[in-house]
Each structure stands twice: as C-alpha cells, then as structure tokens.
C-alpha cells in the first residue's frame, strides 16, 4: 500500500480521534472525578502524567457517584424521556411535511429542481439564533402570529403559544426540515417512474400504488431523514431554552445547568455520556440494518 493511500485511509481515522475519541475521552475523565470548588471544578482521579502504572494504581479512587446521581435522580430521567417524546414526535412531524415537499420536487420538472433543492437549504444561508429568534417574535402573545389571526376576525383572544412544548416543537420541525427533505429529495429522484405505471396497468389505484411502491423504495432515504432530525433534536439546547418554558424539560437544559449554573462538571459530564450512550442505540441499529441489506 502505498504512503498515499495510507495517509488517505487514515484521514477519517484521524478526524474520529480529534473530534470524537479525544473529546469522549476527556468528557469520561471528567465523569469520574469529584466536584470540588476550584478551577476547574472538579478533583481529577487521575492524570495522564502518572503513566499507565501511576493511572491503574488509582483505578480504586475512581468516583461513579456521578453516575449514581444521574441514575437515582427521578429529575434526570424525567427529562431523557421528554427529550426522547419531543424529538420522537417532532421527527414524525417532520417526516409528514417533509415527504409530500420532496415527493413533489421531484414530480417537478428537470429544469425547475436544481432551484427548488436551492430553497430547500436556503434557511442555511441564515444564522440558526436568527431564526430562532425570529420565531419568538411570530409566537408570542402580542406577535405576528395572533397579530394576523385576529385582523383576520379568526379568533379573538391571543393565542398561548410562545414557552410552551409546542413553540418547541415548531422551531425544531422548522430547524430540521432540510435534513429530512434532502435525504428524501435523493432517494424519491432515483425511483423508476415506469414502475408507477406498471402498477397503473395492473389496476393498482394512485393511492395503493404510493404506498406499495413509492414508500417501500424510499425507505433508506425515510431511515436516513429519521436520524439526521431525531439524534440532534434529543439533545437540543437552543430551542427548548428561547422557545420553551421553564416546564419544558429537556436533556440538553439540564446538562446546561449542570455545567453552568451548578457548576457540576462530573455530573454534566455522566448526564453526556448517557446522553451518548442512548443515541448510540438507533445509530447501530441502523447500521446493523445496512449490513444485513448488504448481505442479503
């Protein structure tokens, strides 16, 4: 193998161990220490200076109270669950409103899609607190929202849509549109339109014909869509904190305090690794799905 080869292959190698393992690494570290008042705050069981003989003697002092405290805590479990139902239901919203926009791009024709995937991503062009912020100014009581609503005569009080789980929901389906319809928009495009109407030919109605033929194809682009808005959203922050209420709980709010304002590095830190370790679930089972695709 040659040298160039080599330094391509291990590229990627390099990057997971810059950005990932490191990282996870020093985020696992943290995990295992103690809080104290310092800086920073927290007693480290070991360091890497010690050697390997120096960081195996002190394996016994190794603190798991961390991860003790996040399992005992009723508050911490009770915000892994709302951010998996939160994520779960904003993904499925976006799956809805995603399919139909990339169904009909690609029914559009050749000339006019290069500028309709172009407004697909176009929210890209704007920084995300933008529009985030943005939507705090169409939700809120005296907002554009309620502002239109109610010149319209369509209701008469304003609507309570701003700190609430459903402004949450709304900035995280308009936040991860794009990573739904691309992935959808890729695969819808290289379906066979002759198998449509094959299925025409043999009495198969628009409708039966869209679920037997369409979906079941478009399944790698539905899975990959899934993933790109439900792995990101489970661990929100921006979103929940400007958009939601103080009854919103999330993950990623919690782990915000703990770092910040309780100043509990250890605590944050095992809160992130069981973060990751529950987001590692649909990432291997999808992967475990592609190789048996592979192997059959």
Known sequence: MSALRRFILGLPALWLFLFFLAPFALVAKISLSRPAIAQPPYEPAFSLADGLAGVLDKVQSLSFEAYQLVIDDDLYISAYLSSLRIAAIATLITLLIAFPLAHAMTRAPKRWRPALVLLAIAPFWTSFLIRIYAWIMILKDEGLLNHALMSLHIIDTP??????????????????????????????????????????????????????????????????????????????????????????????????????????????????IFLLALLLIPILWHERMQMKERAS
């Open 159 to 272: 609507l309570s849509i701003f700190a609430t789980e459903t402004a949450v929901l709304i900035g995280i389906v308009y936040s991860y549109l794009p990573f739904m319809v691309l992935p959808l928009y890729t695969t819808l495009e290289k379906q066979d339109p002759s198998l449509l109407e094959a299925a025409a030919d043999l009495g198969a109605t628009p409708l039966s014909a869209f679920w037997r033929i369409t979906v079941p194809l478009a399944r790698s682009g539905i899975i990959a869509g899934v993933l790109l808005v439900f792995i990101p959203a489970v661990g929100e922050f921006v979103i929940p904190d400007l958009l939601g209420g103080s009854d919103t709980l999330m993950i990623g709010r919690s782990l915000w305090n703990e770092f910040f304002e309780n100043r509990d590095w250890p605590a944050a830190s095992a809160v992130a």
